[in-house]
């Protein structure tokens, strides 16, 4: 098959849709892959690595676009990307779909079979989201700490407290992947932390974590004292495939302290905190009721190196299967299908 990698082009996404050593796994595999020029400079990845794995470098995206039978990109296509897709393409990429109807009717009119990162389940886990659930989950933590810093219009406080001063408090709804990833990084620098989910087997994991850590039910009037109280609150709540619910309403934020911070990785389904709107790493924050908000759709792209990485290790496999054109029996595949012969064929976007 041929397979093409254009080069991301959303505001500040530095991440590269398969990076040299996982692309010369399927030149070994006998597919021709072809990528845009310099579209891995940002992840670290020269034209030069590529070539040396038998990647040809093609000097435009309608150029990519136009020999790939398969498309293997990072993030969901924007205007530039839709001109240059076809019915004729396999499309392998995050989609997010629940949270961009325009997107899905965009994608339904050319008709081409768009396959997500992020439903891919194997035993109700989402391998080829787990990687950056985890990097967001970090990075919801190290910039909501900085973002606590008077400088930048926070509250002055260091999350993890010292001698005589006391600790931040870090409440995060959702202890999953990215939920699980922000609990580790907070307890680890010190700060009181307070982990909401359903699953009793997540809970005791959290309390696992130290001491600081406290695991509890996802009771609303719990939340709600929590996030209170909380300086920094971080969002991780995923239904595979669907809108995010709004477990943090707009109320919740509005009784937090003036200077205090919402991280919402949940934001690429909607989000699941009520005053969750969309932001880019060009502008990240914006201020609602005196709360700093960091909503960034795409976390992970801040550290593109490190991202591209975990990204290629886990869809490789894959990108191997659908390049096979053997892949229509393969279930965990089957469930990746968002659209489909211009129709939307995943359940939860049915709903």
């Known amino acids: 098959m041929r397979i093409g990698i254009p080069r991301e082009v959303k505001p500040l996404e530095g991440r590269v849709g398969l990076i040299p050593a996982a692309a010369a796994e399927l030149v070994r595999h006998d597919h021709q892959v072809f990528i845009e020029k310099d579209a891995g400079v940002k992840s670290g990845y020269s034209d030069d690595q590529y070539r040396a794995v038998g990647v040809q470098i093609l000097p435009t995206a309608a150029e990519v676009y136009?020999?790939?039978?398969?498309?293997?990109?990072?993030?969901?296509?924007?205007?530039?990307d839709l001109k240059l897709l076809r019915k004729e393409?396999?499309?392998?990429?995050?989609?997010?779909l629940a949270a961009l109807p325009k997107l899905t009717d965009a994608l339904v009119k050319i008709g081409l079979t768009a396959?997500?990162?992020?439903?891919?389940?194997?035993?109700?886990?989402?391998?080829?989201?787990?990687?950056?659930?985890?990097?967001?989950?970090?990075l919801a933590i190290q910039i909501g700490t900085t973002l606590l810093h008077q400088?930048?219009?926070?509250?002055?406080?260091?999350?993890?407290?010292?001698?005589?001063?006391?600790?931040?408090?870090?409440?995060?709804?959702?202890?999953?992947?990215?939920?699980?990833?922000?609990?580790?990084?907070?307890?680890?620098?010190?700060?009181?932390?307070?982990?909401?989910?359903?699953?009793?087997?997540?809970?005791?994991?959290?309390?696992a974590l130290g001491p600081n850590v406290t695991g509890l039910y996802a009771h609303k009037a719990d939340i709600a004292e929590a996030v209170k109280q909380a300086d920094l609150v971080v969002g991780a709540?995923?239904?595979?495939?669907?809108k995010a619910p709004h477990v943090v309403s707009a109320d919740m934020v509005r009784s937090m302290q003036p200077g205090s911070v919402v991280a919402d990785i949940s934001v690429d389904q909607g989000g699941c905190v009520e005053t969750?709107?969309?932001?880019?790493?060009?502008?990240?924050?914006?201020?609602?009721?005196?709360?700093?908000?960091?909503?960034?759709?795409?976390?992970?792209?801040?550290?593109?190196?490190?991202?591209?990485?975990?990204?290629?290790?886990?869809i490789t496999p894959y990108a191997l299967k659908l390049a096979s054109g053997n892949w229509r029996g393969d279930e965990p595949l089957r469930k990746g299908i968002n659209v489909e012969g211009g129709k939307v064929v995943h359940p939860a976007l049915l709903k």
């Open 237 to 242: 709540v995923l239904v595979t495939g669907a």
């Open 89 to 96: 393409h396999l499309l392998f990429c995050y989609l997010h």
């Open 276 to 314: 969750t709107k969309p932001t880019l790493w060009d502008k990240p924050t914006y201020v609602w009721e005196g709360v700093t908000h960091f909503t960034v759709t795409n976390m992970p792209g801040a550290v593109p190196r490190t991202s591209s990485q975990a990204l290629s290790a886990a």
């Open 151 to 207: 400088p930048q219009g926070g509250k002055g406080i260091l999350l993890g407290g010292v001698p005589a001063a006391k600790r931040g408090h870090v409440v995060i709804v959702g202890a999953g992947v990215a939920g699980g990833a922000a609990a580790t990084a907070a307890a680890g620098i010190g700060a009181e932390v307070t982990v909401f989910d359903i699953l009793r087997e997540r809970m005791e994991q959290m309390r």
């Open 115 to 138: 396959v997500a990162f992020e439903t891919i389940e194997v035993n109700h886990h989402t391998p080829c989201l787990a990687p950056m659930s985890d990097i967001a989950g970090r």
């Open 66 to 80: 136009g020999k790939a039978e398969m498309i293997v990109k990072v993030k969901e296509p924007v205007e530039p």
